[in-house]
């Protein structure tokens, strides 16, 4: 079975400055995705970043970068020069293949941009 | 751009009442979940489908029901509505592959009193 684990529930970060969400994994496929999602008090959910496990490098979407570590089984969301609007839920989740396509979500990260 | 709709953002009904939650998608997607949102809980699937008419238990289906007679359409259904049904219901949609993105609705926000 997957799981997913983020373990801070709330995070603060000063604005402009780099901020790292945790997220570890656990699978038995050898095959997965990992994928992070932003959830403003809105509700809607916003896909910011993805990397699948056999990629080389570290996926990057502008102020996005996933730090995956496979070893450790890590995919931490880092944004850095932090803004205002960067305040929201977080969400790391995973799918793998065959049998375990369905995806699997933590619990979420409450992260708070202050000025 | 991927486009899942929900049909109602913010439903209050009473207690016993049928509800119906309604999803499209204009993807042409095969698989399609509901997910239950509540706080410090995340994300939990409801039941989730994988094709026409095809559909299959998650975590939490005590309760509920769904309906899927086209591709693009995933209905959520509450057979008799109870209080601790109250929670945010997300639809989602995406194609098969561990590399496929998730795309999700706006989220309906439902109150049973």
């Known amino acids: 079975a997957q799981k997913i684990t983020q373990t801070q529930p709330g995070m603060f970060v000063q604005e402009k400055e780099a901020v790292t969400l945790d997220c570890t994994y656990d699978?038995?496929?050898?095959?997965?995705?990992l994928f992070w999602y932003k959830q403003p008090s809105s509700g809607e959910m916003i896909f910011l970043i993805y990397?699948?496990?056999?990629?080389?490098q570290n996926a990057t979407e502008g102020r996005y970068s996933l730090n995956f570590q496979k070893a450790r089984k890590s995919a931490n969301l880092v944004i850095s020069a932090s803004q205002l609007g960067d305040s929201a839920m977080y969400f790391c989740?995973?799918?793998?293949?065959?049998?375990?396509?369905?995806?699997?979500f933590g619990r979420g990260t409450s992260l708070i941009v202050h000025p | 751009d991927v486009k899942v709709t929900q049909s109602s953002r913010y439903l209050v009904k009473r207690t016993g009442e049928k509800v119906f939650l309604e999803c499209v998608q204009d993807?042409?997607?095969?698989?399609m979940f509901w997910y239950r949102q509540d706080p410090g809980l995340g994300l939990r699937l409801i039941y989730f489908?994988?094709?026409?008419?095809?559909?299959e238990k998650g975590d939490i289906p005590e309760g509920y029901s769904v309906s899927r007679e086209k591709k693009e359409r995933f209905s959520l259904i509450l057979e008799s509505a109870s209080t601790n049904q109250t929670s945010m219901y997300l639809c989602?949609?995406?194609?098969?592959?561990?590399?496929?993105?998730?795309?999700f609705g706006e989220g309906s926000w439902l109150t049973v009193v």
């Open positions: 699978t038995s496929d050898p095959s997965y995705g």
């Open positions: 489908s994988y094709d026409v008419k095809m559909k």
């Open positions: 989740a995973m799918r793998g293949s065959g049998g375990s396509y369905i995806p699997t």
């Open positions: 993807m042409d997607h095969e698989n």
């Open positions: 989602a949609s995406s194609r098969d592959g561990s590399g496929n993105t998730i795309y």
């Open positions: 990397q699948g496990s056999y990629d080389q």
